[in-house]
């Protein structure tokens, strides 16, 4: 089933609890938030306070995504603010195992985090641990980038092994997840569709995320009939 996940990233953040409730209006599923700590991305975004206020104002999932160097340090205040999934970068964690058992440790659901150089096989050994596998399809730090479309490859692949080892993972896109790409994106494996531009930008995020949540049925259906 593929779910729509609005990112705050690019929403308009004096009016946050409104932008939030609108786009889960339009279907949002869970609400992904962008950390960035300046260091293992090139940009600073917001952490475990902005977190704690979201929790205030709506009942869904929060899919922190830690683009942050030295993540064990930050995921007990995570907990603490409210997060319901978390998922690391392979490239931030230098004992990934450990990591993700934290996270599970924490009570949160673990996800784990390819940037668009870092190949799929290099998860092989964790892949049962996670809840969900996020794959970059642009290089973390901003958003309204473009997509790249060998992510295309790395989410049939994820599918592939999903199948192939008897697991239950899901996968997670994030970047340039957009009208012009949704179809597929979904096609090849993607089931959480990470989308920030696409939703709020014009301030029209109810109307924005159902178009575009429909757009990714659409092509889940055709999938499901082998017409796509």
């Known amino acids: 089933m593929v779910e729509l996940l609005p990112s705050i990233l690019s929403s308009d953040f004096a009016h946050l609890a409104d932008e939030v409730a609108a786009a889960e209006r339009g279907g949002g599923t869970a609400i992904h938030v962008d950390v960035m700590d300046g260091h293992f991305v090139p940009n600073i975004t917001l952490g475990p306070p902005v977190v704690k206020s979201l929790r205030k104002v709506t009942?869904?999932?929060?899919?922190?995504?830690l683009m942050i160097e030295n993540p064990d340090n930050f995921i007990p205040a995570f907990a603490d603010a409210g997060a319901d999934w978390v998922s690391v970068h392979y490239e931030a964690c230098r004992h990934l195992h450990r990591t993700l058992e934290l996270i599970a440790q924490h009570g949160m659901q673990p996800g784990v985090v390819i940037n668009p150089a870092t190949e799929v096989s290099?998860?092989?050994?964790?892949?049962?641990?996670?809840?969900?596998?996020?794959v970059m399809s642009v290089n973390p730090g901003f958003g309204g980038q473009k997509f790249i479309p060998y992510s295309l490859t790395k989410m049939r692949q994820l599918k592939e092994l999903r199948q192939e080892l008897g697991l239950s993972y899901r996968i997670e896109v994030d970047g340039g997840v957009a009208h012009d790409t949704i179809a597929a994106v979904v096609e090849n494996g993607g089931e959480l569709l990470v989308a920030g531009s696409a939703v709020f930008d014009g301030g029209h995020a109810e109307q924005n995320a159902r178009k575009l949540l429909a757009a990714a049925q659409k092509a889940a259906e055709l999938e499901s009939w082998g017409v796509a």
């Open 59 to 65: 009942k869904l999932p929060l899919d922190c995504h």
């Open 122 to 134: 290099l998860l092989r050994p964790i892949l049962g641990m996670v809840h969900h596998v996020l």
